[in-house]
């Protein structure tokens, strides 16, 4: 069982928009900033978004975080064949000490 | 290139003990918070530990703690973490990354680690 809440999966067809959603409380979203990460299969974790909406350089702008009070979301618009992959939400626990994941959502491109 | 390279992961038996490393190339690990993450077969992610940027202070996740040390060598640029009394519910792919709570932003390809008798 994950601290923070995921849909299991999503889907959408090329150049649709999608939202992934992550629901926490208010040691770790509620009080934290807001990491996702995108894990194509087969590969590494590699950071989507930190600090709520920011982007690593190289991340194209078709990827935006938001967050507000114990939750964020991430919407990827312009669905792309190649962003099937699975997508986690991260934040700092202060009740843990330590940062915590969700359990991730695979998202599907049709 | 700012990188990260695993290696240590194996075949162990329930009960016994591994340790883990990752090299760091392309930047020193002693000037970052660093942490590792592991991923069981088919499922998420779960953190496991981190290390201060001073190195002074360490953190573990309850399902590690009192088994695992985190630890870095600045010679070798290298950091640890040695696990001991492992079980089944240890067996995952290991990843090391740079970052900890202000994010990851560099992760290395994983070791994997499977405890079974």
């Known amino acids: 069982q994950s601290v923070l809440t995921q849909p299991p999966s999503a889907s959408g067809t090329p150049g649709q928009r999608v939202t992934i959603t992550c629901s926490g409380n208010?040691?770790?979203?509620?009080?934290?900033?807001v990491y996702w990460y995108q894990q194509l299969p087969g590969t590494a974790p590699k950071l989507l978004i930190y600090?709520?909406?920011q982007r690593p350089s190289g991340v194209p702008d078709r990827f935006s975080g938001f967050k507000s009070g114990t939750s964020a979301s991430l919407a990827i618009s312009g669905l792309r064949s190649e962003d099937e992959a699975d997508y986690y939400c991260?934040?700092?626990?202060?009740?843990?000490?330590?940062?915590?994941f969700g359990g991730g959502t695979k998202l599907t491109v049709l | 290139e700012v990188q990260l390279l695993e290696s240590g992961g194996g075949l162990v038996q329930p009960g016994g003990s591994l340790r883990l490393s990752c090299g760091a190339s392309?930047?020193?690990?002693?000037?970052?918070?660093m942490s590792w993450v592991r991923q069981p077969p088919g499922k998420g992610l779960e953190w496991v530990s981190s290390i201060s940027v001073s190195g002074d202070s360490t953190f573990y996740a309850d399902s590690v703690k009192g088994r695992c040390t985190i630890s870095r060598d600045s010679s070798e640029n290298t950091l640890f973490l040695l696990m001991n009394s492992l079980a089944d519910e240890d067996t995952a792919v290991y990843y090391c990354?740079?970052?900890?709570?202000?994010?990851?932003?560099?992760w290395g390809q994983g070791t994997t680690v499977t405890v079974s008798s």
């Open positions: 600090r709520n909406i």
């Open positions: 208010s040691s770790n979203i509620g009080s934290s900033y």
């Open positions: 392309g930047f020193k690990l002693t000037t970052y918070a």
């Open positions: 991260s934040a700092w626990d202060d009740s843990l000490s330590g940062p915590v």
């Open positions: 990354a740079k970052g900890a709570a202000d994010g990851m932003d560099v």
